[in-house]
């Protein structure tokens, strides 16, 4: 199946000179430029008429008519699933997503995925890029995502993330005790032995990850990160590649560390926290159709909220003199 997309409109006569795609990319300037050079190329753009090319100059004043076939993703089914909407309208949804739930329907997971739960929420977003999804969270990290409902607030939103202007904070916990906060400037690619991983190598893309300490404790530390890229898997891999793995990270986490003589309640919380400590707590953003910033919060969830009680409580029973953090955690081989 698929939708039909009918556009007219009236090259400006500023545009003279121009290439037609160029052309386009300003007359329908709700559209991306991908999605009107794909339309040219399938032939579903007439110019006074008749199928031009997109390298063709324009004179200005030129008539062309857009009937374009949207295609939808048939393979993904709806399902009736909880969604947790902090914010909707008719341009965006603001999602919590819970940890665990898989964000689009892939070779391992083809339902239960939060794009099946979208779909039987609004049934239009089948006609929409990835169900309007324009960033992601991993499978066990949690809070807030932005999902477009139109094409216009799609290129919006993807055009806020490329100019780095849409804000995202994150909250972690991480292995380690940090001494201050910084940023990590470093890219990001495909690991060169393990494929399904990324790492920080010299033929990655461009990563920048900002970090600052919100508390300290024996072992681990309680930070927020705020992102100008977003590459794949970025703060988990930043933050291992600091020597600071997120806590309880099954891939890029390492060997799990405890508080030397901690309790047996915090060992085991320890041993059992089997997923990335990572949570997207604030998202900021414009408006794709009016000229406000909005912004919403997401309290942290409660297994981090726990967690970080008790590691709380584990540093107020240290010892006063127990100063001296690299002392104050061993290793444990599971």
Partial sequence: ?????????????????????????????????????????????????????????????????????????????????????????????????PAGLVVHPAAGNPAGTM???????????????????????????????????TLTAQKSLVEQLQAHSMQREYQAIVTGVMTAGGTVEAPIGRHPVHRKRMAVTPRGKPAVTHYRVRERFRAHTW?????????????????????????????????????????AELAAALRNFRRQALHAGRLGLMHPDRDEFM???????????????LLREDARQAPEDDEDTSGTWEYVDE
């Avoid at 300037?29 to 009107?36: H, I, M, Q, T």
């Avoid at 110019?47 to 857009?66: H, S």
């Avoid at 089948?126 to 499978?139: E, M, N, Q, T, Y």
Wanted: include cysteine.
């Fill in 1 to 97: 199946m698929a939708n039909r997309t009918i556009l007219q409109g009236i090259i400006p006569a500023e545009c003279a000179g121009l290439r037609l795609d160029q052309a386009l990319a300003q007359l329908f300037s709700d559209y991306s430029r991908s999605r009107l050079t794909q339309w040219l190329k399938t032939g579903q753009v007439r110019v006074e008429g008749k199928i031009w090319r997109a390298r063709d100059k324009v004179r200005g004043g030129e008539q062309v008519a857009i009937h374009a076939e949207l295609e939808e993703q048939t393979d993904w089914q709806p399902e009736a699933m909880p969604l947790d909407i902090v914010y909707q309208d008719d341009q965006i949804l603001v999602i919590n997503k």
């Fill in 115 to 149: 794009v099946n739960a979208l779909l039987h929420h609004d049934p239009a977003l089948i006609s929409i890029p990835r169900a309007g999804i324009v960033h992601r969270l991993d499978k066990d990290t949690s809070g807030l995502l932005v999902v477009a409902r």
């Fill in 223 to 263: 930070i927020r990160c705020t992102l100008e890229t977003g590459r794949t898997h970025q703060i988990r891999v930043h933050l291992a590649h600091l020597l600071h793995p997120l806590l309880g990270d099954p891939v890029y986490g390492g060997r799990l560390r405890l508080p030397r003589d901690c309790t």
């Fill in 295 to 309: 912004e919403w919060q997401s309290p942290m969830p409660a297994d981090m909220r726990q967690l970080i009680e």
